[in-house]
Each structure stands twice: as structure tokens, then as C-alpha cells.
């Protein structure tokens, strides 16, 4: 996983709502869009966030906090390319910073042994504590860090989908099911760049709308349509306590 230092794009423009929120058009001028390709870069996000996931939960950080480290993941990669930064690497230094901010602390050393775990595919036990494997996968979540906050600009704080739909669930009295399908949606949607996208509450309500579908049946008008492709409608099943998020 090397990290490498370049320098941050000046053709992605953000529109004028927030510096993270950029028009769909953008997604073909990122770094690494115009290097490779954009479907090859929407699916190594998709990667890179299922490995931060997978990272994440293992060190025990919280939803929250994983949701916040995937909306960072995302939006470095709107200035930097993936041929020079690693997705493993930031995805860890990500993790690595949530436990900071999220007051959910970590020790470097566990993170790392957790990450060339996951990349590897071993467990954890089997990678030892100390040594020079250790110390340079340290070395490298330490130095992506440093380039992250200049990417993030120091601004750690985002809004997540997952806060909103909290009030959508108690404002309209929904379902248990429904809230397991929306929960799930908006989990999923990390896998994607919408958190760059689109304003959290956009991306709640969404999801709400197409959770509605899905208990409703075929023959729903949430969508003001008599059929939807809701077989196509895949979900990935996570806690959907809402308590859980706000605690």
C-alpha cells in the first residue's frame, strides 16, 4: 500500500451550496477518472469503502464514526488520484483519523496490524505486533493522514443521511420493516459518491421513498408509478436500531 504525494486537482469544481457537494458532471473530471476510467473508479470507491467498513468495525468504531470516515474517503478522492494514493491506505488513514474525532481512540499500531490483516485476508492474531511490517504500515497511514487533512481542509464535520432518516422514522411513525430497508440503503449508499453529491437530507428522503416501495409491493405509488423494478432493489442487511446511531 505506498502512498505517494501529488498535488490536489483544480478542474473539480464544487457548486455553491458547500465545497463538498459537486454536480454530477464532475465525476468525470476527478484525478483518477481522467487517468483511467470512471467506471474503474466508481468501482474501486466501492472497494475502498468496503474495506474501510470492514477495517472500521473490526477496531470497534461505531456507525457514526464509519460513516463519517466513508463520506472523507470520498471526498479526497474528488482531489486525488487512486494511482497515487492507495484506496487501502486512505481508507485506513480515514479510520484512523474518525477514532480521533469520533472519540473513539485507537492505538496506530492496532489499526495497522488490523489493516494488513484485512489486506492480507489472515487474521489478526496472525500478524505480529511489533516489527518492521508493522512500523511501515504505520509510517504510511501516518504520512496519507497528513495529506488527507490538507485534503479535507481541517473541516471534519458532515452530515449524515443516517441522522435525518432518525427523524423521518419518528415523524411519520415507520414500520420496523421500513426502517430496516432504509437503514440499510443509506448504509449501502457509502459505496457510492452520493455524500458528494447530494445533501443528506436529499439522500434520506430517498431512501425512505424507495423502503416505502419495497414494503409496499408492487403495487406502491410512493413513486407515482404503477410497477418498479424492485426486484432490482438490492439491500445488505445492518443494525437499523436508530437508537444505536444516536448513542
Known sequence: M???KTTATESIAPSHHSQ???PISTLSCTPTAQERSLHEEMYDRSRGIEFLFRLGTTIGLHSPGLFTAATWFHRFFMRYSMLDYHRQTI????????TKTEECGRKLRDVARV???KAKGVDVRD?????PEIEEVSSQILAAEEVLLEALCFDFVIDSPHADLVDLFEAHEASYRLQDHAWSIAHDSYRTPLCVL???????????ILSQRIVDGPHSLVLGCSRVGGAAIGVTAYSSDPQAFIA
Open 127 to 131: 500478524i505480529p505486533e511489533n516489527g
Open 91 to 98: 481508507a485506513a488513514a480515514c479510520i484512523f483519523l474518525a
Open 2 to 4: 505506498q502512498t505517494t
Open 198 to 208: 447530494y445533501p443528506s437530507k436529499i439522500i434520506a428522503a430517498t431512501c425512505y
Open 115 to 117: 489493516c494488513q490483516s
Open 20 to 22: 463538498w457537494l459537486f
